[in-house]
């Protein structure tokens, strides 16, 4: 069964952070073992934010790539989704752009962006972050950088992004948005997760969910389950989502996640857990990566430069 992951820092950590790529939660070792064919390598901006050298720090970890050990899909995506370990790219907090599409068209060249999270928890030139509330939405640079995205066939991540802004993009971009690594609300209420109309939104444009395996994000209180990620995957379901749920693990750029599911080994564990709960293998080849995949084409195919 082909699985895909939409989210993960590992570039990060082997690019900023210096780890060596076998010490990483992401190897292709643990992919291989998992079933993952597709997994996407997030440019995280760090944690100093526009502060810092984002757009520094992105170009280090495209440097990088080859150092993650999986062929990175640069070009236009094969006509079937891969079978052995292989690679796209994000980014993850619009930071990283300076406020320039000449930015854009950089890193596009180079890697070509699949989706971009146009915040992370700061403050940018695009827009304000879930973590500091929700009004505030998309400033100029925003909107225009959104047209540009439709054009290059990207797609606008609202997963860190406040609610004022993710309307925003729910109303003004052409492609489906998605929130590539992101939770049930009204089962563990941080920001960080979607609320029922916010899901709601996303299911009527046809858009993409990840569901995030950071503890904190699936339980208020105590340690984390496997039975708490298939919470959130059910929950979803139970809203009408579930041709556009998948999972985003944040492996790589979390501390805490339920046991059994902290490296992609884990994936089948999970599945298997929903095969439990009575999802069918249509279902289920769905949820694991076709969903993701589906859209993924779905916006190249959109693409008009």
Not at 77 to 106: K, Q, Y
Not at 212 to 239: I, Q
Request: net charge negative.
């Amino acid at each position: 069964m082909f699985i895909a992951d939409a989210h993960c820092d590992t570039l990060y950590a082997i690019a900023i952070d210096k780890k060596q790529p076998e010490a990483c939660t992401v190897t292709p070792e643990r992919m291989a073992a998992g079933g993952v064919g597709l997994q996407t390598f997030a440019l995280f901006t760090g944690g100093k934010g526009p502060q810092g050298t984002p757009c520094a720090d992105g170009l280090a970890m495209l440097d990088a790539m080859p150092r993650v050990g999986v062929p990175m899909l640069t070009g236009a995506l094969p006509e079937h989704p891969p079978e052995a370990p292989t690679g796209i790219v994000s980014c993850e907090g619009g930071e990283m752009l300076e406020g320039s599409l000449a930015r854009l068209d950089e890193f596009q060249q180079r890697a070509r962006l699949r989706m971009i999270a146009l915040t992370w928890n700061f403050e940018n030139e695009i827009g304000h972050p879930a973590k500091l509330g929700p009004k505030g939405g998309l400033k100029p640079f925003g909107f225009e950088l959104l047209r540009a995205m439709d054009r290059y066939g990207i797609l606008a991540d609202t997963s860190h992004l406040n609610e004022a802004g993710f309307w925003d993009v729910c109303e003004r971009t052409a492609l489906p948005p998605i929130a590539s690594h992101s939770d049930c609300r009204w089962l563990c209420d941080v920001p960080r997760n979607l609320t029922k109309e916010q899901v709601k939104a996303l299911i009527d444009r046809g858009g993409f969910i990840g569901v995030n395996f950071y503890s904190r994000f699936l339980k208020e209180e105590g340690p984390a389950t496997l039975d708490d990620a298939v919470r959130h995957v059910d929950a979803l379901c139970e809203l009408g989502a579930e041709h556009i749920v998948g999972f985003g693990s944040d492996f790589d750029g979390i501390d805490e996640w339920p046991e059994g599911l902290g490296d992609p080994s884990g994936f089948p564990a999970l599945l298997d857990a929903l095969r439990k709960r009575g999802y069918t293998e249509a279902q289920l080849a769905d949820l694991a990566g076709l969903n993701l995949w589906r859209l993924l084409k779905r916006a190249e195919q959109a693409a008009v430069c």
